[in-house]
């Protein structure tokens, strides 16, 4: 079946830096979803790419999917300790009815 | 208006038990999702209504699980004689359109479930 990984699993980076996640599809996707989840919280969504090539950018986060529709990026510009969570991308292929969510990265930001 | 709500928060239950775990979607939202998300993991789809038509249950583990929309709007997931494997946090989620796939899903609070 579809297959979305995500790397890195983990990153801690200190408040100021940038921060980039990138996610993997097995199959071509329709479209793309990314979402946020604070911990002991629930996903929250961010955005939706459709179009091959598409970026789309939100105050200091920058979404991209790629040229062929199998993989797509998330990157955070200067992080604050408020980007801390896990960012999940999350993917439609085909006629399927089902998100399959990726395996998430953690982003951990200290002062 | 509210936003997705889940009942109970938390549930405990003994290897064997039912137990029945109850999502209220956005009101007027035609797509209705649950998820299980097992711990450092992320959401795994289950099922699919699209009012109260399940269109697709080809996530359910098993037939342990059996999920109702009956009216459209409050959907229940149950799970029978509950296994330790079923601990995870049960995610509803619901989106406005029809068609879904071009929609965002609005995510509720979760159901903890323990089974002992």
């Known amino acids: 079946g579809q297959q979305v990984m995500q790397i890195p699993q983990y990153q801690h980076v200190q408040e100021g830096e940038d921060f980039t996640t990138y996610c993997n599809s097995s199959?071509?996707?329709?479209?793309i979803q990314w979402y946020k989840q604070r911990p002991g919280g629930h996903p929250v969504f961010l955005i939706q790419?459709?179009?091959?090539?598409e970026v789309k950018k939100q105050k200091r986060l920058t979404f991209q999917f790629g040229e062929a529709k199998k993989n797509s990026s998330l990157h955070i510009t200067a992080t604050q300790t408020t980007d801390v969570g896990t960012y999940f991308c999350?993917?439609?292929?085909?006629?399927?009815?089902?998100?399959?969510f990726g395996t998430g990265t953690r982003l951990q930001v200290t002062l | 208006g509210a936003g997705v709500s889940q009942s109970p928060r938390y549930k405990v239950a003994k290897r064997g038990q039912d137990v029945a775990l109850r999502c209220d979607p956005i009101?007027?939202?035609?797509?209705l999702f649950w998820y299980q998300q097992a711990l450092g993991q992320g959401p795994e789809f289950l099922t699919y209504?699209?009012?109260?038509?399940?269109?697709?249950k080809s996530g359910l583990p098993s037939d342990r699980f059996f999920a109702e929309r009956p009216e459209g709007s409050v959907s229940t997931l149950k799970i029978q004689r509950t296994q330790q494997e079923d601990s995870a946090v049960y995610l509803c989620?619901?989106?406005?359109?029809?068609?879904?796939?071009?929609?965002?899903?609005?995510f509720g609070p979760g159901t903890r479930l323990t089974v002992l």
């Open positions: 989620a619901s989106s406005l359109a029809r068609v879904f796939r071009t929609d965002t899903q609005y």
């Open positions: 209504f699209q009012n109260e038509a399940q269109l697709d």
């Open positions: 199959t071509t996707l329709s479209n």
């Open positions: 009101s007027g939202h035609v797509s």
């Open positions: 999350a993917g439609l292929s085909g006629t399927a009815s089902k998100l399959t």
């Open positions: 790419l459709v179009k091959s090539g």
